[in-house]
């Protein structure tokens, strides 16, 4: 399995962009590289996934280095809401795979 | 579209008894997986279901824990014999089976607080 890393913490503050960081220099050419969050006493949500391109949707948009060794997630308006513990998980294209979060970025939104 | 469901929500348990914990999960997904959150922990697998496949046991930590899935849909992970360590959230997530790491989502439920004391 590729093996990642990320900070431990980061804060921002509301309404201001926020760029979240993640290495994955193993990754495999055929890996996607996947963001889930977790809300306080919530389970994970999915935020975004990608291969090579950079990708949008509604939450955030995740910029992936030429490379592939890294990733950084975009909040581009952060909100309370967005106060999370952000994981990046590399999945394989070959089918469904059990998700191994490690400890994750937490984010703190500063009002 | 409902969720994944999980229940009970809290569950506090003497030291020695046995626990069932509820999934309900999303309508048509076919895969469906257990992981555990311990306090300030990522996540750790525990055992994962596909459609009609043996599941994938791997990740169970000890013979005191089991998960069966009954018709496909509903899911039942069992803990005899509770420990203290046994503390945890217990987590329950679905996806539609899919052959693509590009397609793969998974959709948690809200989680089992168990307390073992």
């Known amino acids: 399995d590729a093996k990642t890393t990320q900070p431990n913490s980061m804060e921002s503050n509301e309404e201001e962009p926020v760029h979240l960081p993640c290495n994955h220099s193993?990754?495999?050419?055929?890996?996607?590289i996947h963001w889930y969050r977790q809300l306080p006493s919530q389970g994970p949500e999915y935020v975004i996934h990608?291969?090579?391109s950079n990708v949008n949707n509604r939450m955030a948009s995740l910029a992936i280095a030429e490379d592939r060794k890294s990733s950084t997630l975009i909040l581009h308006r952060a909100t309370l809401r967005d106060a999370a513990v952000y994981y990046c998980i590399p999945i394989s294209n070959f089918g469904n795979e059990k998700l191994t979060f490690g400890t994750g970025t937490r984010l703190t939104i500063i009002p | 579209g409902a969720g994944v469901s999980q229940s009970p929500s809290n569950k506090v348990t003497e030291k020695g008894k046995d626990v069932e914990l509820r999934c309900d999960p999303i309508s048509g997904h076919t895969a469906l997986y257990w992981y555990r959150q311990s306090l300030g922990q990522g996540l750790e697998f525990l055992i994962y279901f596909q459609g009609n496949s043996a599941p994938d046991k791997s990740g169970l930590p000890s013979d005191r824990f089991s998960a069966e899935r009954t018709g496909g849909s509903v899911s039942t992970l069992t803990i005899q014999r509770t420990q203290q360590e046994d503390s945890a959230v217990y987590l329950c997530?679905?996806?539609?089976?899919?052959?693509?790491?590009?397609?793969?989502?998974?959709?948690f439920g809200p989680g089992t607080r168990l307390l073992v004391l």
């Open positions: 997530a679905s996806s539609l089976f899919r052959r693509t790491g590009s397609e793969e989502t998974q959709y």
């Open positions: 193993t990754i495999s050419g055929t890996d996607y």
């Open positions: 990608g291969l090579t």
